[in-house]
């Protein structure tokens, strides 16, 4: 009876190991890993953009504190210049400076969605003398008051790595570099060096990815968190350094852990 028993309940133990394994990945971390202590009016929202068509876009990484005129300071301080509108004259532009090789450095950025809505702004930061190949972030302001009482932005900042056909679409566009934490980075610190910040923090963006893909098709890869730059008021410049605030305790480690992942990536 007992072996009869043993035979009925093989099934108990990889039952068990799915359930676990089920409530790990899918309630009980995703929880542990869903932060916003310092804007938790952004807890509810989405945290990747669209295309034109619906498709999902590229990830939100970025988020700025402060007035529409506190941004446009800041990036301007930054070294980063305001993308031209998509009009006739800036799409003739564009294609000349990708195909002679020469300076476009506010090229116009394809529409991303938010929320239903077109970017308000977008800047970008050439890299070399072309078009080709530039940084470049789309932001929508998300929360008129966020939690110290002043606009609070969310954006996506990814790296142009060239042109070619979209791999959804096989419409011509400009391909991503997949590291967009890298990117992130890029713009934290040109803020920082600029004097334009008065502390940083991060929330949860879409947690951590591996295997993202945006509207083009193109791969990417974070740890899912957005940093956020609370601005100088005015554009006054900051002569001593942000303050960091550090994140709970268990995202500190998994951004340890996902960073050691990230090198292993980029060599």
């Avoid at 002569?239 to 605030?245: F, H, I």
């Amino acid at each position: 009876m007992t072996q009869i028993a043993g035979r009925r309940r093989w099934w108990v133990l990889p039952v068990g190991v799915l359930v676990t394994y089920l409530t790990l990945a899918y309630v009980i971390l995703p929880a542990l890993w869903h932060h916003h202590e310092r804007e938790p009016g952004l807890a509810s929202l989405p945290m990747v953009t669209r295309t034109a068509s619906g498709i999902p876009g590229d990830a939100l990484n970025v988020g700025l504190v402060g007035s529409k005129e506190d941004v446009v300071r800041a990036m301007h301080a930054a070294g980063w210049f305001p993308a031209d509108p998509i009009t006739l004259r800036s799409s003739i532009e564009i294609v000349g400076s990708v195909v002679l090789d020469r300076p476009y450095h506010d090229a116009p950025v394809s529409p991303l969605y938010y929320d239903g809505k077109k970017e308000e702004l977008a800047y970008e930061k050439p890299d070399g003398r072309s078009a080709d190949r530039r940084h470049h972030v789309r932001l929508w302001m998300v929360l008129e008051k966020g939690s110290v009482g002043r606009p609070v932005w969310l954006g996506s900042i990814t790296f142009d790595r060239g042109v070619g056909l979209s791999h959804d679409t096989g419409q011509v566009t400009h391909h991503i570099a997949p590291d967009i934490d890298a990117e992130r980075d890029l713009l934290m610190r040109d803020l920082r060096e600029a004097g334009m910040v008065q502390d940083f923090f991060q929330i949860s963006g879409t947690g951590p990815t591996l295997f993202g893909r945006n509207g083009e098709g193109d791969p990417y890869y974070t740890d899912g968190e957005i940093h956020v730059a609370t601005l100088v008021v005015d554009g006054a410049r900051r002569t001593e350094a942000p303050v960091t605030m550090p994140p709970p305790p268990l995202i500190a480690l998994k951004d340890q852990v996902w960073h050691g992942i990230r090198n292993a990536l980029s060599q």
